[in-house]
């Protein structure tokens, strides 16, 4: 099961951060700090900065010198340098991953909350195995470069390194999850009816958690005043505090990550935005249990109302937006 601390890379950019922080605060600039310590490259503070590079306990420890680090300061950057280090150790966590998903599950690490919303798939976090083999296979043509890093792959082994990542969602101490689905994402284009049957299926056990909710946006729903989200994100809030939270737009072929506190803001209003508009959580799961019913040919009970099928769905109107 993955561990329930944050991984080395976010380790990594919180020391990163905090580094900064206390460099600037003893009013010296990177080359000054080159020069003082006489490291020969003066790229290797820059990375240790941006989370890019893995640290050495006694390089920050000379820098927490030179900075003037209180007690306190040095025992918690330390501790924060040597997990920043552990990645072989973190990753024997995964029983398989690969270089894609482990993007992910480095960022899902020591989350306490999770909120995502995908306007044409159902997120990783989410999806069977089925659905998942399908997603991966079906873009494989359109990555099969030379030098694409991912030629030759098994999609098997991907589709194994999603699924070990969903683990995170049944662990006692798992982040709260919010997602926002698409109708269009269960729709016919998603695959034949048995995939999608056994991805219905999957989010109505998913939605019964007590730490994951799920909303659905349904085709005819307008957000706001016809507001339309242009890309699938992600947003990350840490149990500790201090580190930042964090967005992911994902873009199909690449994915870009922010930690600015002004971008991140916009993408949370946004997702308020999807939530207003979107059946409630209750209605949600009485959807997908009708919805199930229907691809199997018979009427499933929903769980508010043992042994009878669901009250249909009333759409909820949505509210006023006002565009930032």
């Known amino acids: 099961m993955p561990p329930a601390v944050p991984s080395p890379i976010l380790r990594r950019r919180r020391l990163g951060t905090d580094l900064r922080r206390l460099r600037e605060a003893a009013g010296l600039t990177g080359d000054q700090v080159i020069e003082r310590i006489g490291w020969a490259s003066a790229s ?4 240790l900065e941006n989370g890019r590079s893995r640290p050495d306990p006694d390089d920050v420890a000379v ?4 900075y003037g680090a209180d007690a306190a300061q040095r025992a918690d950057l330390l501790a924060i340098a040597r997990e920043a280090g552990d990645v072989r150790g973190w990753r024997k966590s995964y029983p398989v991953m690969t270089q894609q998903q482990l993007g992910w ?3 899902e690490a020591g989350c306490a909350e999770i909120r995502e919303y995908n306007p044409v798939l159902v997120p990783g976090l989410l999806q069977t195995a089925g659905y998942a083999r399908l997603r991966i296979v079906s873009a ?14 098994d999609p098997e082994t991907e589709v194994r390194a999603r699924l070990a990542r969903q683990s995170l969602l049944d662990r006692a101490d798992g982040p709260r999850y919010t997602a926002v689905l698409e109708e269009a994402a269960l729709g016919e284009r998603a695959g034949p009816v048995e995939v999608r049957r056994e991805q219905l299926g999957k989010l109505c056990e ?3 958690l007590p730490n994951v909710t799920l909303r659905l946006l349904q085709r005819t729903t307008v957000i706001g005043q016809f507001y339309l989200p242009p890309t699938a994100f992600s947003l990350y809030r840490f149990a500790d505090p201090q580190d930042p939270e964090t967005l992911a737009i994902e873009g199909g072929f690449i994915d870009v990550m922010s930690h600015d ?3 991140v803001n ?7 935005w999807l939530c207003s508009a979107a059946l409630t959580a209750t209605d949600t799961v009485s959807w997908l249990f009708e919805e199930t019913g229907r691809l199997t040919g018979t009427a499933t009970p929903s769980p508010a109302a043992p042994g009878a099928a669901a009250a249909p769905i009333q759409r909820r109107p949505s509210g006023r937006l006002t565009e930032r």
């Open 44 to 47: 290797k503070l820059s990375r």
């Open 63 to 66: 820098l927490l010198e030179l």
């Open 105 to 107: 599950a480095e960022i």
């Open 140 to 153: 494989d043509r359109a990555t099969e470069t030379d030098s694409d890093p991912r030629a030759g792959e």
């Open 206 to 208: 998913l939605a019964m």
């Open 261 to 263: 506190a002004n971008t």
């Open 266 to 272: 916009r993408y949370k209003v946004v997702f308020e």
